[in-house]
């Protein structure tokens, strides 16, 4: 047994000393041009398939709105900007800097081809150690991942060209940088905020903290990281007067109570929120945002995923679902009311 130990031992130490000796010699080669050794990309590849199998959520938590054609060209626009330098479109080919990375980004019909939403949603937000893909910027914010989901699905099932086209081509009208602002925020109908019923002081708040990180979102911290710094200003001023018409859905009397019920320690959403504010507020004006946009604004502030008003997250921390989305709609199916606009928050 002590033979036996004592050898152990040294196969130990001697793989030891022939590690270190790659690492402090720099013997092994990590040019991209050598490649990997015999068998190495085989290893990697499994292991990667296997570790997102354990890990990603099981499939009856993936939600049912996949196909809504807001999600999914909500999703296209992101990933057209942060995702398609790399795994190229839909009737594209990936340039040829692409093609001599190791690992080479598969093309986007390859990248998605064997997965299942849940296994995709893992892989958008964790991203893949030494591949080169990145986790999403959004920490907390698994969410926002679903509209890129839901548009990879898409491509599952086969987006022509023409189509991907439609779904991500770029304006020109307004400052630089309001032709790509507005993909999301005028053309996409659903789950982003309006932005008309803010003033531009806000807007380019929200703007600054999303560049700086202050604000958590993996698709705003990519959209305002696009755009030059300089260019907030002009293009919150832009956004601020530019008329969005979005159809008013129907709210609930249980939404309008739960919006006007103050307590003890938070007011009524409505004393903060309007409507009928009379005067400019610290807090942003809900009538007649997004119902989408709104649902899942208050699922962060209860879930923790949302920072940094004490009074926001004790006023949803005990709201359920149910709740929430009366709140939402009730807001939603408000006109915008004159004197609603906010300064900054």
Not at 309 to 323: G, N, P, Q, R
Not at 324 to 331: K, M, T
Request: net charge negative; glycine share 10%.
């Amino acid at each position: 047994m002590k033979m036996v130990l004592r050898t152990l031992g040294v196969l130990a130490l001697l793989g030891a000393i022939g590690g270190g000796a790659v690492v402090g010699f720099g013997l092994y080669n990590v040019s991209a041009q050598v490649g990997h050794w015999p068998g190495v990309s085989w290893v990697l590849h499994s292991t990667f398939r296997n570790s997102v199998g354990l890990r990603a959520m099981p499939e009856d938590e993936v939600p049912d709105n996949l196909s809504d054609p807001a999600m999914i060209e909500l999703g296209a626009r992101h990933y057209d900007s942060a995702c398609a330098d790399c795994h190229s479109v839909p009737g594209e080919e990936r340039t040829a800097t692409m093609r001599a990375m190791l690992p080479a980004p598969p093309h986007i019909y390859d990248a998605v081809e064997d997965w299942e939403p849940n296994e995709l949603h893992w892989i958008v937000y964790n991203g893949i150690k030494m591949s080169g893909m990145p986790a999403w910027p959004g920490v907390g914010r698994e969410e926002e991942v679903w509209p890129v989901v839901a548009y990879l699905v898409a491509v599952q099932e086969g987006i022509e060209p023409e189509a991907q086209r439609a779904l991500t081509e770029v304006g020109e009208d307004g400052p630089a940088g309001a032709g790509y602002c507005a993909g999301c925020h005028i053309d996409v109908d659903s789950h982003v905020p309006r932005l008309d019923i803010l003033s531009a002081d806000y807007i380019a708040a929200e703007l600054q903290a999303y560049h700086a990180g202050d604000r958590e979102s993996g698709i705003m911290e990519q959209a305002a990281t696009d755009v030059p710094q300089t260019a907030h200003l002009d293009l919150a001023e832009y956004f601020a007067q530019t008329p969005i018409e979005r159809p008013a859905g129907e709210g609930s009397a249980e939404g309008e109570t739960l919006a006007t019920r103050g307590s003890n320690d938070v007011p009524a959403c409505t004393a903060c929120h309007g409507p009928g504010q009379t005067e400019a507020q610290r807090f942003p004006s809900l009538s007649g945002q997004d119902e989408a946009y709104l649902a899942t604004q208050l699922r962060l502030w209860r879930d923790g995923g949302r920072t940094g008003s004490e009074k926001m997250t004790i006023a949803a921390e005990e709201l359920t679902d149910e709740e929430i989305d009366a709140l939402a709609a009730w807001f939603a199916s408000l006109e915008p009311a004159e004197g609603d606009e906010v300064s900054q928050e």
